[in-house]
């Protein structure tokens, strides 16, 4: 068991994506330039996991700047689309979409008001439970809604955060479940969660979702970028990102 708890990892995450917001963006133009699911570039475009939601209201979840919901409401003008995220600094180099500053647990939207909800790598690797905030998305969600979850892949947690060879070597346990910093006064300063497979498979089907599609992307031949631990090598090897496509039951 975690001994993090959500509010604790919230303040904590808040902080840093305030502080890394410039950083962030800096690093990644490119990928932060439309709506790619994944480090692997897997373009919304391309896969049309959302699809046309023309006249829906979509929110997406942990949306920083919000690339990908500002790419779907240029896309699909007559759609309404909300972003929510607990960083201010994340949120206010966003446009295009109605961005609320508040967290997953929390969704100040009414009960079955939305048509459509996805997460692009936003809220739930810093969160130390899966099953409440889904609750929390299903309670917002109409009846047969999609829900679309990109995060990393469950397995990247055993290798190190190094995109050489290092990083090829598995060691740390699969069942850890977070890895946390500190500042020097000893405050926390960024917690990251570990949900195994089957965590995620119990929270869906515990929260009122069915579970109908997993997407794990291959790293395209024609992609030479490195970025973080994401780098061609261990794309070559192993899946770094999964995606969950569940329906509202
Ligand atoms: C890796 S960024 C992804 C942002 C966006 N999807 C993108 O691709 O740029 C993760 C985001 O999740 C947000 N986040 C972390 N914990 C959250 C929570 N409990 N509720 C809502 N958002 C959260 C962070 O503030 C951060 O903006």
């Known amino acids: 068991m975690s001994h993090t708890s959500a509010d604790q990892a919230r303040l904590a995450n808040q902080r840093w994506w305030n502080f890394d917001a410039e950083q962030y963006h800096q690093a990644h133009p490119e990928y932060l330039s439309s709506f790619y699911w994944c480090p692997e570039m897997l373009s919304e475009q ?106 990393n892949h469950p397995m990247r947690w055993v290798f190190p955060d190094h995109p050489g060879e290092q990083g090829l070597i598995a060691s740390h346990s699969y069942f850890e479940q977070a890895y946390v910093e500190h500042d020097a006064d000893g405050t926390l300063s960024y917690a990251e969660f570990q949900h195994t497979m089957s965590d995620w498979i119990q929270a869906f089907d515990h929260s009122g979702f069915r579970l109908h599609r997993l997407i794990e992307p291959e790293w395209p031949e024609d992609l030479h970028t490195t970025w973080g631990q994401w780098s061609p090598l261990r794309g070559k090897l192993f899946p770094g990102t999964v995606i969950f496509c569940a329906t509202k039951d």
Request: net charge neutral; with cysteine; glycine share 10%.
């Open 46 to 151: 391309q896969a049309q996991l959302i699809g046309d939601c023309s006249n829906q209201r979509v929110l997406e979840i942990g949306c920083g700047s919000g690339p990908c919901a500002s790419w779907l409401a240029s896309t699909y003008p007559s759609a309404t689309v909300i972003g929510i995220d607990i960083a201010k600094g994340m949120l206010a180099r966003g446009e295009g979409f109605q961005g609320l500053l508040a967290d997953v647990h929390r969704i100040p939207l009414a009960d079955h008001s939305i048509d459509c909800a996805f997460s692009a790598f936003g809220a739930f690797p810093f969160i130390p439970q899966l099953t409440p905030a889904l609750r929390e998305v299903a309670r917002v969600l109409k009846p047969g809604a999609k829900l679309i979850i990109a995060v």
